[in-house]
């Protein structure tokens, strides 16, 4: 990948090679291309089918149906990040970016220096799918926009997690590069900006051990085990300084700090998650007891509502009812200091939109019995 010497206001000399509102075009074309390869691994004579796979990238796309044309873009089609924005991936996705890219780092978005969790998931996607022989294929052997996106989103995923070990990480979360105190020649390069080869080159002068590289700041001294060369972190990190490249962590909290209210949303999950973070968010600012007595002061009650048709799991929501309740919902918008009656309308029409689903599904199905 080809560097790009801009910058973004916000970070130090590393090289930005793409902004944000760049890579959210790169993440829904990113989405389209898992949605499609669905639709070979699923493809069947059956609009209803292809309607629901479609239905995955939201409410929009679920009018969508077949395959959709190879080359076709997301812009093509009239999807917009706006309409993918609440999947987990994608949200992973702008997080690694913020990381990686900016130095920005989220606590709100959870543990990131974990190799379990989903941004180690989210990581192997990215990767298998840039080697996917169904990508060169559908991508006409890497020259359309599915390819680069693919790659870029694998790029995010491997800076993302070189920054995290250069900052001092137990685990990690991408693949297997997890040498605790240690970076490799990859994440050296991703870091600097740089690609391996000049690195590699740079390693070449400076001789492991020797006095006159141990005590010159501008040279990269190497540990080896015989196979692998790796760069201590305090190391790596003078140099990087050294080189204007070192992008230091600044922590800021914005799930849940946004007006979440003035998009619609595909499923009462997806409104309820909103809420959740919306309420985490106010409990990192005010306080835990603070919060809980002021939405206590509304009425609401959580309730347990059972995960699937598990007969022991559940799980605490709003539930169905009180989302529909119009006064409760406007107490409650007020105390998460959001426009409170666009929020009572919000939480209704998500519900009322999630059962129109449902009965025209059921509609569907007994059409299709006695047909």
Request: with cysteine; proline share 2%.
């Given at each position: ?16 090679q ?55 873009t997301?812009s ?51 990767y ?10 559908w ?22 997690n070189?920054?995290?070990m ?14 605790e105190?240690?970076?490799?020649v ?9 690609t ?7 390693l ?26 790796s ?15 070192y ?28 809420v ?9 600012r ?77 509609i569907?199905?007994?059409?299709s019995?006695t047909?």
């Amino acid at each position: 990948m080809t560097i790009d010497p801009r910058t973004d206001a916000n970070t130090t000399g590393f090289p930005v090679q793409f902004t944000k509102d760049e890579f959210k075009e790169d993440v829904t074309e990113l989405m389209l291309l898992f949605v499609q390869q669905a639709q070979f691994t699923f493809m069947a004579d059956s609009t209803d089918q292809s309607k629901a796979i479609w239905g995955l990238l939201g409410s929009k796309a679920s009018e969508f149906i077949g395959l959709g044309d190879a080359g076709e873009t997301h812009s093509d089609l009239g999807l917009e990040y706006s309409d993918i924005e609440g999947l987990s991936m994608v949200q992973t996705l702008m997080s690694l970016y913020d990381y990686g890219v900016l130095g920005i780092l989220d606590p709100s978005n959870g543990k990131l220096d974990y190799f379990d969790g989903y941004e180690n998931q989210v990581s192997r996607l990215c990767y298998d799918i840039n080697r996917s022989a169904f990508l060169q294929e559908w991508a006409n052997g890497g020259l359309w926009p599915q390819a680069k996106a693919a790659e870029r989103s694998l790029y995010v995923c491997e800076l993302a997690n070189a920054r995290l070990m250069l900052e001092g990480s137990n685990e990690g979360f991408f693949l297997d590069e997890r040498e605790e105190g240690f970076l490799s020649v990859r994440q050296l390069a991703l870091l600097s900006g740089m690609t391996e080869p000049s690195i590699r080159t740079l390693l070449s002068r400076s001789r492991k051990g020797s006095a006159a590289a141990a005590s010159n700041e501008s040279c990269l001294v190497t540990v080896t085990d015989g196979k692998n060369v790796s760069i201590a972190i305090e190391v790596a990190k003078t140099w990087l300084r050294g080189k204007g490249r070192y992008a230091p962590i600044t922590y800021k909290q914005s799930t849940g700090s946004n007006d979440f209210t003035a998009r619609k949303f595909f499923s009462r999950n997806e409104f309820e998650r909103e809420v959740a973070a919306r309420t985490q968010f106010l409990i990192e600012r005010d306080g835990a007891d603070a919060v809980t007595s002021r939405i206590e002061s509304t009425g609401l009650v959580y309730v347990q509502e059972s995960i699937g048709d598990h007969p022991t799991l559940s799980v605490t929501k709003i539930g169905e009812a009180q989302l529909l309740d119009s006064n409760l919902m406007q107490r409650l918008g007020a105390i998460l200091e959001l426009p409170a009656n666009r929020f009572a309308l919000r939480a209704a029409e998500t519900v009322t939109q999630e059962k129109l689903r449902s009965i025209d599904a059921q509609i569907k199905k007994l059409s299709s019995l006695t047909a």
